[in-house]
């Protein structure tokens, strides 16, 4: 983990791996405005090839390679957050619906959606650096990342923090069937082939459960600060 080169890599990266509703995407927001860096939602580029998939029918293997290819995306600032658009067309809530985050975790099983999808996701890691959050961002994105973090929680609290995401953002949502989808998207994820949800050897692993957001953003900055010699607070 604390790679003593650390300091001398062009770009640094912290990944951020783990399930949905582990917390991996609000530590990371936090994490990118507290270090000033560079955030990569990778989940958002599943979800983007899922949505784009979806609203032109396709389900073929090639053409969905084609679409993770070719798609044209664009992130913007927005307050805090990142504004996504597919085509010109603003998609950030669309890209969360449950039926595409579904859809996403389907399509991220085939290799070549991901293999096409690799090198747009090292395209991030810029000066004066990345948080990259992802499923297997330690493992095959950037495996020589100097900090890895690996984040879990109980799958009832995971769902019950992704109910409260979604109904802040006005999107419909039943507990129940949260749970259960997050279940088998766990199982998707984690059984596939090609780059599967596990964390890398050298992650540090943190179970979030008890955790409340500002004690793991600052256990992740304290690691930061001293893998990376940078001093924030
Ligand atoms: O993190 P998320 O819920 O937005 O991700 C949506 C789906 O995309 C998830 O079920 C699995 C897939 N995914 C992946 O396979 N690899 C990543 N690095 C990120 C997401």
Redesign the pocket.
Same mark, same amino acid.
Not at 41 to 44: E, K, Q, V
């Given at each position: 983990m604390h790679n003593q080169l650390a300091m001398n890599d062009p770009v640094p990266v912290i990944t951020l791996d783990g399930p949905?509703g582990s917390g991996? +995407?609000t530590v990371c927001l936090l994490l990118a405005e507290k270090l000033r860096w560079h955030i990569l939602?990778?989940?958002?580029l599943?979800?983007l090839t899922a949505l784009e998939s979806m609203q032109k029918n396709v389900s073929d293997e090639a053409q969905l390679i084609e679409i993770a290819n070719n798609m044209d995306i664009d992130y913007r600032p927005d307050g805090a957050r990142l504004k996504v658009l597919l085509s010109g067309q603003d998609v950030t809530d669309a890209i969360r619906a449950e039926p595409v985050?579904s859809k996403?975790?389907e399509i991220?099983a085939i290799a070549g959606v991901?293999q096409a999808l690799l090198e747009r996701q090292r395209a991030f890691a810029v000066s004066p650096g990345l948080l990259a959050? +992802?499923?297997?961002?330690g493992t095959v994105?950037f495996p020589h990342a100097a900090l890895k973090i690996f984040l879990t929680a109980r799958p009832e609290e995971r769902a019950k923090r992704r109910y409260k995401q979604l109904k802040e953002k006005g999107i419909d949502a039943n507990l129940p069937e949260l749970v259960a989808e997050l279940e088998a998207?766990d199982k998707?994820?984690s059984e596939r082939s090609a780059?599967p949800?596990k964390a890398a050897d050298d992650a540090v692993l943190l179970d979030t459960t008890e955790m409340s957001i500002d004690e793991v953003v600052n256990q992740v900055l304290r690691m930061a600060n001293q893998c990376f010699g940078t001093s924030v607070v």
């Open positions: 949905g991996k +995407g939602d990778s989940g958002s599943y979800r985050g996403a975790s991220a991901r959050d +992802g499923r297997d961002m994105v998207r998707r994820d780059a949800l």
